[in-house]
């Protein structure tokens, strides 16, 4: 019977460096069950950011980086031996069983997350990276417009108000109304990533008689990221 499964056979290509992104759904239903903090909630990004970090060194990932209840996890070395249908379903419910795990509360209905593969080229990571990130901006902005606007007046009056404003319209009229977006925590405009740092490890070499440098890497949670740039991820050595 195994010829009647579809697709099992379908891989990403050999040699390939891959992006996972999972995207959590019906999230919006879920964030009304749990009563979630609008415009953000602390404890729900606390989680999300302990979800990124067991994705990332349960599946040896380069970089992760998520922000509202979208993740991307980049890998060099393809789990699975590369089969997509097991890469897809295997890390999506491990990505929901994290969140349950941290989350530690009552759910009404189990949450779940979709996954989809992009293979990339290292020179496209950057780019990748910078459009997503910048989509979190956009979800700041919009995020802080619709939540302002709902304080003030009904949903389907804000829904409506919002609708033809861009983002510099809703940036200015919340600017207006005394809510400087600058002033917002660095995450919620840019996002959070899981990567690794070296720290500097002072020993004495007994051999020489003298103190002597050495680095550790360790897995680093950045929640005060700067603009994406070609610098950044040559520094954190994910692309060269």
């Known amino acids: 019977m195994k010829e009647f499964e579809v697709y099992s056979s379908l891989r990403v290509p050999k040699n390939s460096k891959i992006i996972i992104r ?6 919006h239903k879920l964030a009304r069950d749990l009563n979630l903090v609008k415009p953000y909630d602390d404890n729900f990004y606390e989680v999300i950011s302990k979800v990124c970090r067991d994705l990332f060194e349960e599946f ?3 970089f992760v980086y998520t922000f509202s209840d979208e993740i991307s996890l980049l890998l060099d070395n393809v789990p699975f031996d590369g089969r997509i249908e097991k890469i897809n379903s295997v890390i999506a419910s491990f990505t929901a069983s994290s969140f349950v795990m941290h989350y530690n509360t009552q759910f009404k209905k189990p949450p779940a997350f979709d996954s989809r593969i992009i ?3 290292e020179k496209d990571i950057l780019n990748y990276f910078k459009w997503r990130q910048d989509e979190s901006w956009r979800n700041c902005v919009n ?6 606007l709902k304080s003030k007046y009904s949903n389907t009056e804000a829904n409506e ?3 033809g404003m861009n983002l510099s319209d809703i940036h200015e009229f919340l600017f207006e109304n005394g809510i400087n977006l600058n002033d917002v925590e660095n995450y919620k405009k840019r996002g959070i990533a899981v990567y690794r740092k070296n720290k500097e490890i002072v020993g004495f070499n007994k051999k020489e008689n003298k103190n002597q440098i050495s680095y550790r890497s360790y897995i680093y949670t950045d929640w005060e990221l700067p603009i994406f740039s070609e610098e950044f991820f040559k520094d954190i050595k994910v692309i060269e």
Not at 22 to 27: I, K, Q, T, W
Request: aromatic fraction near 10%; charge should be positive; avoid cysteine.
């Open 161 to 163: 108000k919002i609708k």
């Open 22 to 27: 999972l995207d959590g759904r019906s999230f």
């Open 143 to 148: 995020s802080h417009g619709i939540s302002f």
């Open 60 to 62: 040896s990932a380069e």
């Open 119 to 121: 293979p990339i080229n």
